[in-house]
């Protein structure tokens, strides 16, 4: 018998409350085989979803109704100074270590969720969250949140290669990038560190830009996102956000 206090809804609804896509958008999403409802592909656009109690996945990503915390999970975000040579993910089958190992004992038992990736070998702010909406909201490309990080190259980096950046240049797979701001903040004997801050998030974007315009990146720090600050944060550690905080970035991306 389904319980009334949680009745369910059409999976293109309940995506859009997600915040994941609208619902002609989700529609879309279905058709081209990206969603899967408790590990089985939804072909069909009418399947009904318990926003409380199943799992639905969008690109292999969780997508978390609002109506989900009232199972008795409390609202927690963290931000975490990602090492090196951790990746991000729940449980990795080569073995190596996971975001969630490194994370201190009173949170090992959260329901939370890595808001978006840092790839093995770069470091630095990653958000952790219980707060599906939340959750949902900053890895869409509508709310994408400017990200800077601070990136140690080889060698010299020309004003030609910046403006190409600037200008927003195209991979050599053939997608076009939006302009990325981009400065030197110094040079020392390991090389120059530029600033440069996204305003999408393609995968290993900055790596790829970088191998296209010869540049060997030696090191790369995320070192904000949207409101939020890496801070003074040493790898591997990790804080809550303050509830001014949260109440910041959720107003960044349009929740109230």
């Known amino acids: 018998m389904t319980d009334t206090s949680s009745p369910l809804l059409r999976i293109n609804k309940y995506l859009s409350e997600c915040g994941v896509a609208s619902r002609r958008g989700a529609d879309e999403l279905i058709l081209a085989g990206r969603v899967q409802l408790n590990g089985v592909a939804v072909t069909e656009p009418g399947v009904r979803v318990d926003p409380k109690t199943d799992r639905v996945l969008v690109d292999g990503k969780p997508a978390t109704h609002p109506a989900a915390s009232s199972t008795g999970v409390r609202d927690l975000t963290l931000l975490l100074h990602k090492p090196v040579q951790v990746v991000t993910t729940r449980s990795d089958p080569q073995g190596r270590q996971t975001v969630f190992d490194i994370l201190p004992q009173e949170y090992r038992n ?14 630095g702010l990653l958000l952790l969250t219980t707060d599906g909406s939340l959750m949902n909201r ?36 053939g997608e076009k990038l939006a302009p990325v701001e981009v400065s030197v903040l110094r040079t020392d004997a390991g090389g120059v560190w530029l600033e440069m801050t996204l305003l999408q998030g393609l995968n290993r974007q900055i790596r790829r830009m970088c191998r296209d315009l010869g540049l060997t990146v030696l090191k790369l720090i995320r070192v904000r996102q949207g409101p939020l600050s890496l801070g003074s944060l040493n790898p591997g550690q990790c804080r809550p956000l303050t509830p001014e905080e949260v109440r910041g970035l959720r107003r960044a991306v349009g929740l109230k």
């Open 110 to 123: 959260e329901r939370l969720l890595h808001v978006g990736r840092l790839d093995f070998f770069s470091e």
């Open 138 to 173: 900053l890895i869409h490309p509508r709310w994408h949140l400017p990200k800077v990080y601070h990136v140690l190259v080889r060698g010299a980096v020309s004003e030609i290669k910046l403006g190409i950046m600037r200008d927003g240049m195209i991979l050599k797979e």
